[in-house]
């Protein structure tokens, strides 16, 4: 039997800390190791408690959860660690800096249940979890914002297929949706996404999301 996934929750209201709290550790297959009402208090205890996944508000007192996730997950971090970024529609302009910042994922706050464990063990696995219809919304809704001026599709190391396939990536479409758009298979487009990943150096497909509107290669 694997070891139970560890989490570390972090949220300033008690309420809702504690209500994810026990939806986690009623699971079989996970853990909470610590709960923390602010970022300065989710940096110094996951680097002492070491979890596998930490579940992050985004406005918290003393350090928010941008700041805290760039402090655990962000460029340059030698043990960088997981980070579930949850979050509500009215806080969407942090959600691309959150995953600037190093998150793996985002979810909404009022997500029922399932999905909050869903996304925990998504993230441990260390795949990113990526809501479609939220991405289009967030993402989109930012593209102007977050797009620098300079560089674009030509610069970039990618084959055209490659190119396509990263732009159906930064929409918002799961490997399957993407798959039949292109009329391919999904173990294709597995392979796809993985050449992206390594040609551009990105850890997982919500890098490849920001980096494709940075760089302009949607609209």
Known sequence: MSAATRVLVCDDQALIRTGF???????????????????????????????DVVVMDVRMPVLDGIQATRR???????????????TTFNLDEYVYEALRAGASGFLLK????A?????????????ALLAPEVTRQLVGRYAARIRPTGGGP???????RELEVLKLIATGLS??????????SQETVKTYVSRILTKL??????????????NGIVA
């Open 21 to 51: 709290a026990t939806i986690i550790d009623a699971q079989p297959d996970m853990e909470i190791v610590g709960e923390c009402g602010d970022g300065q208090a989710a940096v110094d205890l996951a680097r002492r408690l070491d979890p």
């Open 154 to 160: 030509d610069d970039l190391p990618l084959a055209p």
């Open 115 to 127: 999905q909050l464990l869903h996304g925990i063990r998504t993230v441990a696995t260390g795949a």
């Open 175 to 184: 490997n399957s949706e993407i798959a039949a758009e292109l009329v391919i």
């Open 201 to 214: 150096d990105l850890r997982d497909r919500v890098q490849a999301v920001v980096y494709a509107y940075r």
């Open 72 to 86: 655990l997950a962000g460029a340059g971090v030698q043990h960088p660690v997981k980070v579930l970024v949850v």
């Open 110 to 113: 009022d997500a029922p249940p």
